[in-house]
């Protein structure tokens, strides 16, 4: 909720888009999300339907109508970092698929969920200042939500994301039988996690505004880690994304899972906006 004003945005992968729905989409004025999973190879090995086949050319197919119908309403896509994928084919395909806007997401793991990952602490990290490397360089690059909120946050922004910042903008998820919840990224922590006793046939979206879990994700200091609060990072990471800080053990008392990763690509873009105006005060 921006200077007090609610803006509402539906996340997708737009298969099920058609002319009538996005019509009603347009006339209330609901900003459109799509999440693609970089190549058509590399999504349609995690994303299939029922029957096994993957979605990628169905989602094509939405983000098309979406250009055609209610182009304005696009506001970015969504993709989940695989650091087996080489950074250079990630920003191809965003150009091939004429994409304006992306966010590059970590992984939705915890400390217990990420020990069958195969992932090795650092490799996101260096995965990203990969990408940043090329990005920083490409003429008319795309807008990529990771890189510019951390040169935001390290030039002063108050700002952040689910990811990053010790504060955010407030979020609140509308689920499909109209129940508030607080992030749906939470329900990979525990079940009934971001749940709310709260409907929108009872409650505004505006008192959604004073649940305790709310406050929580706009300001990241209320449940960081003594090591988090402590870190000379953690205006700009906040402690990363508060789901990525769970375990059932610890709960979300610790620091994220990618606390390496994200040291890594802060530091680096800390690195090189010092490199090109050596004059400027960042906050960390
Ligand atoms: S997750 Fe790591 S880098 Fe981020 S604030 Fe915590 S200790 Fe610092």
Known sequence: MPNGKVVFSIQTNG??????????????????????????????????????????????????????????????TLQVIDPKVSPASVLKNLE?????????????????????????????????????????????????????????????????????????????MIETDGSYQVYDGLKTSFSGAGVTQMNVQDSTIESTDSLPL???????????????????????????NPIHRYSENKKFDQPSVYCEDLKLIINHIKSYILSVRPNLELVC
């Not at 019509?23 to 339907?49: F, P």
């Not at 994409?99 to 990952?117: G, M, Q, S, V, Y």
């Not at 003594?226 to 953690?234: G, H, K, P, V, W």
């Open 15 to 76: 298969t099920l888009f058609n002319k009538k729905n996005l019509e009603i989409l347009k006339k209330n004025e609901v900003r459109i999300g799509i999440s693609i999973d970089g190549s058509k190879e590399k999504h349609d090995k995690y994303r299939v339907y029922h029957n096994g086949n993957g979605s990628y050319d169905d989602i094509l197919k939405g983000l098309n109508l979406v250009r055609n119908i209610a182009p304005d309403l696009l506001d970015s």
């Open 96 to 172: 091939v698929l004429g994409i304006e806007r992306t966010d590059l997401l970590f992984p939705d793991l915890n400390h217990d969920t990420i020990k069958n990952a195969n992932i090795i602490p650092g490799e996101i990290g260096n995965w990203l200042i990969h990408v940043f490397k090329i990005w920083i360089n490409q003429e008319n690059a795309v807008h990529i939500r990771i890189f510019l909120t951390i040169i935001n946050l390290l030039l002063g922004g108050k700002n952040g994301t689910d990811q990053l910042g010790a504060e955010s903008i407030g979020t609140i």
């Open 214 to 240: 709310t406050k929580a994700f706009r300001n990241k200091a209320t449940y960081a880690s003594a090591i988090c609060l402590n870190c000379e990072l953690f205006r700009v990471c906040g402690g990363g």
